[in-house]
Each structure stands twice: as C-alpha cells, then as structure tokens.
Nanobody, 128 residues
C-alpha cells in the first residue's frame, strides 16, 4: 500500500503561482511514477503531469507545458507541482497519484488507469 497526502492548494489571482506537494508513505519503493491529475466542476478528470521515479523524466499535458513543473525528492518520497502563470481555467481539484506499474512507453503514464493509488485532492482556485 502507498498512502498519498497532498498540500499547498488555495486561492490565487490570475497570473500567480502555487506549489503543490504530495507526500508518499508506505511501500514507496514500489513506485514507478507519480503524477498529478485535476478535475474541474462538471468535467472529467484530466492528466496534468507525471514524473518517472527512477529516471526523473517528466511529461506534461499540452495545457500545462511551459507553465507547470513537476519534480521529486526521492529521499522525502515527495513530488511537487510548481504552477506558474495560473489561469482561471486551471481551477480544479488537483490529485496526486502513484503507479507501481512499469511501462517502456511514457504515454501510458498519462492515463488514470495506470495509477493504483490516489490522494484525496487539494482545491486550487484561480480568480480572474
């Protein structure tokens, strides 16, 4: 089992920044990748970014490329999402997820079904 706890959400003005954290505990040595997803009201959950735990390679959704940065601290078993130049359309509940599945193709880590563990989520609200 892997337990995930997010923090760092809140209210920010358009153009501002926030940094989300996700602390993992439990069998973290089984983690292959950790990702962030978000769900806005009335919309489906969507992929934001993911990072491969061993290599540190990071991948982003088109909507967040250039504005968001995902990083990890292996020693702390923590993943971060630095969000800059925030827009009102970034408003959503952001959830951290961990995958213990290993794939050669990074595209698999863009899909929700690849992740076996999920955090409770943290609200991010961007005002215009």
């Amino acid at each position: 089992q892997v337990r995930l706890v997010e923090s760092g959400g809140g209210l920010v003005q358009s153009g501002g920044s926030l940094r989300l954290s996700c602390a993992a505990s439990g069998r973290t040595f089984t983690t292959a990748a950790m990702g962030w997803f978000r769900q806005a009201p009335g919309k489906a959950r969507e992929f934001v970014a993911t990072i491969l735990w061993r290599s540190g390679s990071a991948y982003y959704a088109d909507s967040t490329t250039g504005r968001f940065t995902i990083s990890r601290d292996n020693a702390k078993s923590t993943v971060y999402l630095q969000m800059d130049s925030l827009k009102p359309e970034d408003t959503a509940v952001y959830s951290c997820a961990a995958s213990t599945l290993t794939y050669k193709e990074s595209a698999y880590y863009h899909a929700e079904r690849t992740y076996n563990y999920w955090g409770q989520g943290t609200q991010v609200t961007v005002s215009s």
